[in-house]
Structure formats: structure tokens, C-alpha cells
């Protein structure tokens, strides 16, 4: 294979060509707004005819095909056969490239995912590296902005202006002869792999050649699509962003159920060249489970993996950014440095006048809708009005929990001048976002 | 009843008398070590009968009582009546004041409560204020940092010394005449409601005069103690401390089944006042459940409650030191002011020289052993050695996610003497705690 120097590997290969009658002179288009007279031309028909006719028909041909057990277990098994060539082979491989594979791997996996049906390697890696590098952007190839449908299979289904999407470095792959080698011989590769290979294997195994055809071929790229293509749409609509929340990529183990493991996906996006996609032992990925069985077998080598420290560190930031929200969200009292200042005697003579005032470390607080709600009773809030009450409020007469300091924090109404002023200016720096207790 | 000056309300009533051969100058029985001779003396025997020997001979007898349907569902709803005698009249409503009852319901509570056999309301409430006044220290008459099997009933079957339990203040208790009533006629009142009538009820109603003595009567006192005893034990030992983590309480929903609701333990240590467990409807709190019914009744009133906005920054301040002992643990690299200043031409020296250093925002990163795993590639990474790769880093080329900023960050060797090194410098203060990243 090597030694097949491909002619698709020379020219500068950022443009994807692969209309032939594309003219980029020419007005696309998707530069012609949609409108009832020209919408037919806004369609992708071959597209539209692979992705949805032919299983419609399929679905109708099996009405009349009846599905033997022997058919039944090989669909299944060539279905994460070929799943696992899109999400091991094109996804972590080559468009990341999060490990290496031994050439006789590289083949299995182009072969296998050559019968997904969903494009060449090189095609498919280009469109998915501008996903990651322009997410969410118009860029974006399958932007999930443009609703959930366009990111299911509406990109594929609509013509698009190849001008649009962003520009990816594909050097690497122009570079890999089993890549330039399968993109060659694409649609060779796609009738062999998806539907003939499957039929031999059910004809010539139990000779249930059209079951093979129906079930183990058409029906079976079906699924393995529609499956695969969730990772554009539910991985970034369904579940949580513990990463960065940003962009949509979400992680949820129902996106991971159906796609081999793509689901933990905002993960994927923050580590995009990490192997893995699920970093616990306990969640399914058996993408990363494959890959690491490889690894064992010799056949794949140089598996990238983040420290766990940096991803400690992207959860922690995140959960930091989110508690930050809450914080903004919450009453905190009046930042001390917005009180006005106010005089010891001034203070006293308010308490005097009937005033429920307590000035504690400094700053004064109006208790007096609280007097008689105090969970230490009356008769102890009581004692600290007019005084000093410092030292009773943390631990002289009873060490208030933190519940208490914040209650006390929303009272605030002044700043007593003078000798306590200095202790609690300096810890007031940390205040108003309430991330320190301010001990007062 | 209110006409009924107790005698009990009159002298200084903050330390508990129950034993009339107390004598407080003799050096009490606890402060002797406990050794084979004496052993028996540390044992409260009344208490150790009341709640294991009874239940065991309860438990023998049952075998020879049939069990009959009315028997057992009088029994269970025997259970909690006198488990809410507890949870929502001696705990919410006496200990903590946490709503006002009507006198017909405080009577009710007080009777019920008796039933359960476990001390006087006066007693109880002023323990339980002990407990959560000096929650974990020596003071806290049940305090779990003694053992699991002592907070749960270790604290009643083994004596205590009067003196070591924290003193606190029982004023409105001793002026409610319910209180002192049931207080000065305890044992009537348990004899009648926690065997009598239970028996009464079962007699009188379908005949079952033994069944309503043994199971409404002894095992049904014998389960409603051990359930009640878990808020001392299981809710200081098992869950969450979503509120604070400093003291031993804790959440959690079995323990909430087990004990009519008081299992949201982290919460109530935090907020005692408040005459809620269970803050989210869906949670179980029959207690609170019960007690809002009353208040629909016109029974109950001026339910306490704090607002949502102090419970949330309880919650928030708690996740927020969880975070920060996260943070402490990971690795942010050096710290900026703890890296030494380069000038710019050694830098673009020793990147001649062949190390792969890259400037951003002023500071140098050594990148050598990164360049061959470069997510974007070997040839973007090598075109920012030995220059200001600031721009590029940072959307020039390609907007970095968080992740790429935090490992650049782990990659700091030194600080670049001149232009913009002050930039750098005004945002530094908020780094070393990774809780902004910086952006260089
Ligand atoms: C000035 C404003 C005050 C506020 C906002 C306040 C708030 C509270 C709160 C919320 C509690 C319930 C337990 C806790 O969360 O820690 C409490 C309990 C208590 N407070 Fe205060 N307090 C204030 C002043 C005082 C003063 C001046 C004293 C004593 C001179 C005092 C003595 C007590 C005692 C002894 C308790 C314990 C109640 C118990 O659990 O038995 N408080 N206070
Ligand atoms: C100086 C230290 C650098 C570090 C630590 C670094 C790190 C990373 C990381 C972790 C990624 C993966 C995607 C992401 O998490 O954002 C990445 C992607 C990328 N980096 Fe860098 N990078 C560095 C320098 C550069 C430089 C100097 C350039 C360009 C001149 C560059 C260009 C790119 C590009 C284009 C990608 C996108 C790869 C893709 O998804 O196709 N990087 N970088
Ligand atoms: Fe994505
Ligand atoms: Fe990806
Ligand atoms: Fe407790
Ligand atoms: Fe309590």
C-alpha cells in the first residue's frame, strides 16, 4: 500500500474536491437564499438518497425477508465492527490522531469504516478537525447551532458551500497511504465493505444471501449511521458541561450507549487528543476499551492520555466558574466599604433611643426585627445591643456558626470609626463575594 | 393546666436534678476510672433495663403471643404518634423553638412524646441544647467523637457526670406549664402512655388486651427509642455535609426513614432554628409534613424557617472550601513571581542553541518535550519558538481551550525583563490558586 504514491496527496489539499463540477468562480448555491421555486437544488440527492431512501427501502424489503437468527447475531456483530471503525478509526485515529495503529490496523479500520458508509477518512477527518477547531462557529461543519436536526444529518442532507467551513491542517493524513488509498478508491471500498462483504459472509456462512444484503448491509448502515451521527447532535445537546460550558459539547452515558463511548463529549472537545472519552472505569466506552485491547495485542502504540492533573484542574475551574454565578446571584450585605461611617457615641445613643443595634468587629448591624426570632433567645441578643459584642458572638458567650455570620453579615447598616475599623478593613478585601467568612 | 405554678420552675433550674441522691460535693462515680470492681457502678441500671431488658423480655414474651392484624396496625401507628411526640414536639417544637403550638396540641405532644420513653421534655430539651451548643465536644452529652454505640444509647446505659454536660439556658421551658407538668409527673405519664394505653386501646377496642401490652406496649417503645436514637448516632455518621464540614453532622435519606424525617442532619446543625429537615419537597420529613398540617389546622404557628438565600450561602461557602482544598492539590506550575527573570535576547539565544522554549505574555515556557505531542501539530508549535507567540496562542492561530492555557502554564521557567511583563504582572495576583487562568 505504501508504495502507492497517490496523486490525491500532492496538490495543496485544504480544499475538499470532491465535486468534480464544483467551479469555485461560480456563485454556490447556498449563496442563492432557499425558495420554492429552487429548494430542490439546495438538496443534497445523492446524500439524501444513501442516508434516507435506500433504508426506506430496505425497511420495506424486509417485510418481505424473513431475519434468521445466524443473520441476525452477524448484522449485530459487523454493526460495532463498523461502528468501532468511524469512532476508533476515523474519530480517535486519524482526524485526532490520539494514538498509532501497525499498518495491519490501519487497514482493518478503514476497511470497517469504509462500511459505515459515511465518507472517506481523509473527507470525514477534515470536516471533524474544523469542528473542533471552529465549534459552534459558522465554521463549523455541523454546528449545532443551526439546530439539532442540521447537526444530526441536515449537513449532509443540504447542499453546503465548501468556502464556509474552516480550514484544517491535513498534512498527516495526505502523508498516510492507507488514508490516500481508501479516499481513492472511496466508492469501491463503500459497495465492497458495506453491503457486499456482509452478504458473502451471511451467504456463503448459512446461505441467507438476501438477509445479508437487507439486514447485515442496508439495515445495519442505518443504524451504525444514525448512531454515529448522534455524536454531532445529542453529544452536543444532551447532558453536562463539567469541562467548559462555553461551547455545547455535553457529556451524558445515553450519547455514550449509542455511539461506543462518544458520549462523555465535552470531555472530548477539552481533551480532544486523549484516547479516551470516558475517564472512569465505570462508564462505557468501548471505543477506549478496544483500543487499549490493541494496545495489548501490539497492534496500537503511543496512546495520549492528559495528566489527570490537567483534567482536575478543567473541573475545577468550571466548577469554580459556576459557583461564582450562584455567588453574584446571592444577598452578601452591604460590602463594607460602601457602609457609611459612624461614630461610637452615635451608636450608643441610637441603642439608647430604642434602637436594636449591635456593633460587632467593628461594623454596626440593625438586629431589630430579629430580636425576638434570635435562636439563643431573647435575652442573649439583648445583652450585646449598645456594646461591643464581639467577643459574645464568637465564642465568648457562644461561637456563632457560619449560618449566623452570614445572617449578621445582611444586617450591616454602618462602620463604627475609630479602633476596630483597621482589623476588619484589612479582611475586607475578600468580602462582597463571600468566598471568605468575614469573621464580624 | 397553666394554673399550676410548678414547683420545679422556681429554683435555678440549669442543672438536672433527676437523681435526688446527687450529691454534688462527693466526687461523682464517672470521675473514678472504670476497672473490674467497680464496673458495675459506672452502669445506669434503671436505663439499661428500660431500654434493652424490658425489649428482650418484650421480645421473649412475643413468642408466645400471637401477633394478631388490628394489634399490628394499632401498634405501627402507635410508632408514630410517639415517634412525632419526639421529633416534631420534644425536638422541633421544645428544644428548638422552632414553630408555636396551641395547648391542645403541646398536650397532645407532651403525652405522645412520653410515650416513646425517653425522658422528660425538660430533660431531653435541655440535653439536646447541649448537644447542639457543644456539638462533638466533651460537653455534648452524646457526642459520636466517643463512639458510634455511645451516641447511640452508651450515653444512657452508662452513667454521666452532671458536670461535664454543657449548661444552657431552659427559661421558657421552665414557664411553660405543659413542660413542667409532664416533667413533675414523668413516670405517670410513661406508665400510662407507653403501656397502658396502647394495651387500653387494643383491649377495649378488639379484645387484645396481652398484644396491645407487648407489641403496642414494650416493642413498639423498643423500636420508636432505637429509631430515635439514630439522629444522635447514624445522622453524625453516615452522608453528606453539604453546609459544613467542620463538626460531625451529616445528610442523609436513610437516616431520614429511620427517624421521621430528622435525617437532613448537616442541615439542621447549621440552621436549628428552622422547623424544616428536609428542604426540598421531594425529601422525606414527615416531622415537617405533620407540623405544616397543624399549622393548617390552626394548631401550629409562626413556623421558623430561614431564607433560602442564607441556606444557599451556607452551601456555597462549603463547596467553595471543598474546591480550594481540590485546588491546593493540584499542580499550577510555578507560581509567576517565583520564576527568574530572563532578558529577551538569552531567550532567543537559547532557543539558537536549540531548546524549545516559546514566549506568551511574557512569560517562557520550555516546550521540548511537548513539541512531538502538540495537539495542532509539530510545525505549528515550532513556529512560535523563539518568539512573542502571545497572538498566536491566543486566536492568532488558533483561541487555546482552558486546557492547552493550564498545561502551558505547568510549562513556566522564567519571566521575560521588559514590555509585557506588567500586564502579567497586574493579573498574577489571582494565580498559584488556579482560580482564574491566567491567560498567558
Ligand atoms: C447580633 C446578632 C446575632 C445574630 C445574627 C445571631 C444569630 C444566631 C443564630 C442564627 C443562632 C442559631 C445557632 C447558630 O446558627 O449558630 C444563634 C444562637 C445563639 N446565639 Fe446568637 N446571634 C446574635 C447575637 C447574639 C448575641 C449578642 C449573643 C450573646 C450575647 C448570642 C447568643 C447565642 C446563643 C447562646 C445561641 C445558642 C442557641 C442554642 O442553640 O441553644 N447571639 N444566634
Ligand atoms: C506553546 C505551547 C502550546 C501548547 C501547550 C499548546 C497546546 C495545545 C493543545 C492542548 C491543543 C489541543 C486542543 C485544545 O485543547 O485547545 C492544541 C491545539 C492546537 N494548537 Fe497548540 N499549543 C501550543 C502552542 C501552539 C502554537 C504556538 C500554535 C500555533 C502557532 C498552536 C496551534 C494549535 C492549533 C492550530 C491547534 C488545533 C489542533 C486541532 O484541533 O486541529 N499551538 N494546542
Ligand atoms: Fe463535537
Ligand atoms: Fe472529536
Ligand atoms: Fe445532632
Ligand atoms: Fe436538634
Chains 1, 2 share one sequence.
Not at 431475519?67 to 468511524?86: K, V
Not at 469501491?188 to 458495506?194: E, H, P, R, S, T
Request: proline share 5%; charged share 20%; with cysteine.
Amino acid at each position: 500500500l505504501s508504495s502507492q504514491p497517490s496523486a490525491a496527496s500532492k496538490p495543496a489539499p485544504q480544499e475538499p474536491v470532491r465535486n468534480k463540477r464544483y467551479d469555485p468562480k461560480k456563485p454556490h448555491i447556498t449563496e442563492t437564499p432557499l425558495t420554492k421555486k429552487n429548494w430542490y437544488k439546495h438538496v443534497n440527492w445523492l446524500n439524501l438518497t444513501l442516508i434516507v431512501g435506500i433504508p426506506i427501502a430496505g425497511l420495506i424489503a424486509s417485510a418481505w425477508t424473513p431475519l434468521r437468527w445466524p443473520t441476525l447475531i452477524w448484522s449485530i456483530a459487523y454493526y460495532f465492527a463498523t461502528g468501532l471503525g468511524i469512532t476508533a478509526g476515523y474519530h480517535r485515529l486519524w482526524a485526532h490522531t490520539s494514538y498509532s495503529a501497525s499498518t495491519p490496523l490501519k487497514i482493518f479500520l478503514a476497511a470497517v469504516g469504509g462500511g459505515a458508509v459515511e465518507g472517506s477518512i481523509r473527507w470525514w477527518a477534515r470536516d471533524h478537525r474544523a469542528h473542533h477547531r471552529y465549534t459552534d462557529t459558522d465554521k463549523d461543519p455541523y454546528s449545532v447551532r443551526k439546530g439539532l436536526l442540521y447537526s444530526h444529518f441536515g449537513w449532509m442532507v443540504m447542499k453546503q458551500n465548501p468556502k464556509r467551513i474552516g480550514r484544517t491542517d491535513i498534512s498527516d493524513l495526505n502523508d498516510d497511504a492507507v488514508v490516500v488509498w481508501q479516499h481513492k478508491h472511496y466508492l469501491k471500498v463503500v459497495l465492497f465493505m458495506g453491503l457486499i462483504f456482509p452478504m458473502l459472509v451471511s451467504g456463503l456462512g448459512w446461505g441467507d444471501w438476501l438477509g445479508g444484503f437487507i439486514y447485515g448491509g442496508i439495515l445495519r448502515i442505518f443504524f451504525v449511521q444514525q448512531a454515529t451521527f448522534c455524536v454531532n447532535s445529542l453529544a452536543h445537546w444532551l447532558g453536562d458541561q463539567p469541562f467548559d460550558d462555553r461551547n455545547s459539547p455535553r457529556d451524558h452515558v445515553i450519547t455514550a450507549l449509542v455511539t461506543l463511548g462518544e458520549g462523555y463529549h465535552n470531555f472530548h472537545h477539552e481533551f480532544p487528543s486523549d484516547y479516551r472519552n470516558a475517564i472512569e472505569w465505570h462508564q462505557y466506552d468501548p471505543t477506549k476499551w478496544s483500543i487499549w485491547a490493541w494496545k495489548q495485542m501490539g497492534l496500537a502504540y503511543d496512546l495520549k492520555q492528559f495528566r489527570s492533573n490537567e483534567i482536575e484542574k478543567g473541573r475545577l475551574q468550571q466548577q469554580q466558574k459556576k459557583l461564582d454565578q450562584k455567588r453574584t446571584k446571592l444577598d452578601w450585605g452591604v460590602p463594607l466599604d460602601a457602609l457609611p461611617v459612624m461614630e461610637w457615641d452615635d451608636y450608643v445613643d441610637q441603642c439608647q433611643n430604642g434602637r436594636g443595634l449591635v456593633a460587632v468587629a467593628g461594623v454596626v448591624h440593625d438586629v431589630t426585627d430579629f430580636i425576638n426570632d434570635h435562636p439563643g433567645g431573647k435575652a442573649m441578643i439583648k445583652s450585646g445591643v449598645g456594646k461591643d459584642a464581639t467577643a459574645m458572638f464568637n465564642g465568648g458567650v457562644y461561637n456563632h456558626s457560619n449560618a449566623a455570620h452570614n445572617l449578621l453579615s445582611t444586617m450591616r447598616i454602618g462602620v463604627i470609626r475609630g479602633g476596630m475599623e483597621v482589623e476588619i478593613w484589612k479582611r475586607a478585601n475578600n468580602d462582597g463575594k463571600g468566598q471568605m467568612i468575614v469573621k464580624d
